[in-house]
């Protein structure tokens, strides 16, 4: 019920904090959750650590744009293309771009994930992709977890029979996106990263695969490098 009472908040006011940042909300697209903030704040840390002149990014499953925003606004160089599938999402994240002024480094596109860059011609050139996608089971949604398509949109949180099935696709087709080197970020639901991890291992195309926890110790983020030529 706390959860239903503060998405009902954050659209009643229009806005959330997300990263230190006014993020716009509208109904049609996902509030942004305090634990993604875990997922932006390592993808900032690993790109500053590469120390690229400028860092080409994309933030797949955008929702509202807060994960783009957050890392154009911490990384000044960064170029930035946001997808996500419905008009709602797409809505509020160039909301957000506009808001926040940074419609030079940010564009956002509409398609089914990468379908929505398929014709830019980022194959092989992107440093970072970034994907808070939805993880919850079609089953908790019918079940224990109905309460949170009552005020949000479904898409937001189906994946399938297991939680799973949009990793499952990013995990396959981010490598033709993602140049030798470049990294992929999740983040994940409560005990789903060794599921995911096992995705990543069998797809033969990641390496150095790593976890990260929130303060409570539970593992949220799971980040791989796309293989580099032996």
Same mark, same amino acid.
């Given at each position: 019920m706390s959860e239903e009472i503060s998405v009902a908040g954050a659209y009643n006011k229009g806005s959330i904090t997300f990263m230190g940042m006014e993020i716009l909300v509208a109904p049609g697209a996902l509030v942004p959750r305090p634990e993604t903030e875990l997922l932006g704040s390592i993808a900032v840390d690993v790109l500053r650590a590469m120390d690229l002149p400028a860092p080409r990014v994309v933030d797949m499953c955008c929702g509202a744009g807060n994960?783009?925003?957050?890392?154009?606004?911490? &990384?000044?160089?960064?170029? $930035?293309w946001a997808c996500d599938l419905t008009d709602g999402c797409i809505g509020a994240a160039r909301r957000n771009v506009v808001h926040h002024g940074l419609t030079d480094r940010i564009s956002v596109h509409q398609g089914d994930l990468f379908e929505g860059v398929s014709g830019l011609e980022l194959d092989g050139t992107l440093d970072a992709i970034v994907c808070n996608p939805p993880y919850i089971s079609e089953k908790r949604l019918e079940g224990d977890r109905r309460h949170l398509v009552v005020l949000e949109p479904r898409e937001a949180f189906a994946a399938g029979p297991y939680g799973l099935s &949009?990793?499952?696709?990013? $995990?396959?087709?981010?490598?033709?996106?993602?140049?030798?080197?470049?990294?992929?970020?999740?983040?994940?639901?409560?005990?789903?990263?060794?599921?995911?991890?096992?995705?990543l291992e069998r797809s033969k195309g990641y390496e150095q695969i790593r976890t990260f926890a929130n303060h409570a110790g539970e593992v949220r983020v799971v980040l791989a490098g796309a293989r580099r030529q032996a």
């Open positions: 994960l783009a925003c957050a890392i154009a606004s911490h &990384i000044q160089s960064v170029r $930035v &949009i990793h499952m696709r990013v $995990v396959k087709d981010a490598l033709r996106y993602l140049r030798p080197g470049g990294v992929l970020l999740f983040e994940v639901g409560l005990g789903q990263d060794r599921q995911v991890i096992s995705l």
